[in-house]
């Protein structure tokens, strides 16, 4: 049987032939490169899921996607059945088949089923989504392609464009029966739209706090289901929605990545605009907010503010409503300092530092109560463990408990199966309108050190390898010593680089006293990087 499977899905890649030699590994957020060259590894990853799918009896997804990566770049990731990333092993699996010569396709596919003891009489089920690139629709085509050569009648659930939050939500859905929500895009709008008019009430605005926002959707599928939201929140927060598509070109100008890195503002949102504004990035799974003072100075708030927002507001509830859960915080060292400063010395929320990349900050996150991880880039979420939940309906039925109320309708809003932009969004809101907080207030509950986020591109970013949670660097031999050098000259310096598990750069991170300084330490580190890795520095 296994090796009937395997000569169907030889015969079938002769319409995706591997035409190119470059070794394409599965990153931090799936495979991803220039979209020409992804035809033969997107119908390897149909084959793939569906493979996956019969081993675990359950539904994987499927999601084509490069989040905040220019318009000619594409990539594909996948979902395991509670929503969480691909199990590790599989990574390394799914790399292994979608980088082997033609010719050895068919001796591979006939042992990845028997060494998995895959039953191959089980139905697959893949759920199929992509976001708004030119080159996503073909590239779809090339999935599907590989799920039906596995099997012609393969479940195939094509949601066409929907963000990856909103993929890993189908997954969840699917796979609980609609315990968690309705699997459908309608569903997960509506799911939201509905838990955070209930925790705005009657009066919209509060305090400080105004409700009228700015979204730049990053020309983006953010945009698409932003739109959605709109209609559905139904006044409850009124949205100037900015960068929506054609011709806008994707994450160009715009979207988290682009007001993080640059820290600037997007394209279509200037200083006499008024309002807070959030910026998405391509896929809708990163949240940068920002907006201007008085002066008409530029302020920027990354997922290191959003997530003491998360952890201050919970840590206030948790204590008002008198439960004994553990709350906690989970980091990279692209952190702020001053961040984890707060989080510890002012809040007393224990903080755990992981690598770069959701797969690993989400798995430490499981270990608290409530955990709260961001990456400093604005991907992040709330995770709530089995008992929090119960513990926090107990006591949010029992009547009475109010600050409980509250946290059993962020249990609602809160996209608890990967980051998500909208989701967040709404938790930022709804977190201020309860504080009666602007933006202001919010920014100014401790101060950032500056810092600088620089590109350094390179021939092979596998030359750089790093330890101690990517604090510091392996190879090239003497790049952390240089850096060490560099470091000490500057006050309150800190610096960190890292591959890129997205694009082939080099990501560098300074942070230091001043502005000017943590530009000038950025950039001798940058520099440094350059010189070993004979690469080219991106400012």
Known sequence: MASKIAARIVEAAKAHTRRVDKYIGYGTAGFRTKADLLDHVMFRVGVVSALRSKMVKASIGVMITASHNPEEDNGVKLVDPLGEMLEPAWEVLATEIANLPDDKLSESIVSLIEKSNIDLSTRSSVIVGR??????????????????????????????????????????????????????????????????????????????YEPTLIIDGANGVGAVISEKLIKALDKTLAVN??????????????????????????????????????????????????????????????????????????????????????????????????????????????????????????????????????????????????????????????????????????????????????????????????????????????????NRLLKVSVADRNLVTTTDAERRVVTPEGLQERMDIIVAKFKDGRSFVRPSGTEDVVRVYAEADTQEHADELGKEVAAAVSELCSGNCKL
């Open 131 to 208: 976001d708004t690139r030119q080159s996503s629709p073909a590239l779809c085509q090339a999935v599907i392609d590989g799920i039906k050569a596995v099997e012609e009648d393969s479940e195939i659930a094509d949601f066409g464009i929907i963000s990856t939050p909103i993929l890993h939500y189908l997954v969840v859905c699917t796979n609980d029966g609609g315990k968690y929500g309705d699997p459908t895009v309608d569903g997960y709008v509506a799911k939201l739209s509905r838990a955070f008019r209930t925790l705005i009430g009657e009066d919209n605005k509060r305090g400080n």
């Open 241 to 450: 929605l900015v960068n929506v598509g054609p011709p806008g070109i994707l994450n160009h100008d715009c979207g988290a990545d682009y007001v993080k890195v640059q820290q600037r503002e997007p394209l279509n949102v200037s200083s006499d605009c008024g309002a807070r504004c959030a910026s998405l990035d391509g896929d809708a799974d990163r949240l940068i907010y920002l907006y201007f003072d008085e002066a008409g100075m530029f302020h920027m708030l990354d997922g290191d503010k959003i997530a003491l927002l998360f952890a201050e507001h919970f840590n206030d509830l948790l204590k008002k409503s008198q439960l004994n859960l553990k709350l906690g915080m989970v980091q990279t060292a692209y952190a702020n300092g001053s961040s984890t400063n707060y989080a510890t010395k002012v809040l007393n929320v224990p903080v755990t530092c992981t690598p770069t990349g959701v797969k690993f900050l989400h798995h430490a996150a499981q270990e608290f109560d409530i955990g709260v991880y961001f990456e400093a880039n604005g991907h992040g979420t709330t995770l709530f463990s089995e008992n929090a939940v119960k513990t926090i309906k107990d006591a949010a039925s029992s009547g009475g408990n109010a600050a409980a109320q509250e946290l059993a309708g962020f249990l609602n809003v809160i996209n608890s199966t990967v980051g998500d932009a909208i989701s967040d969004l709404l938790g930022v809101e709804a977190i201020l309108h309860s504080k009666g907080w602007s933006i202001k207030e919010w920014d100014t509950m401790y101060q950032d050190l500056p």
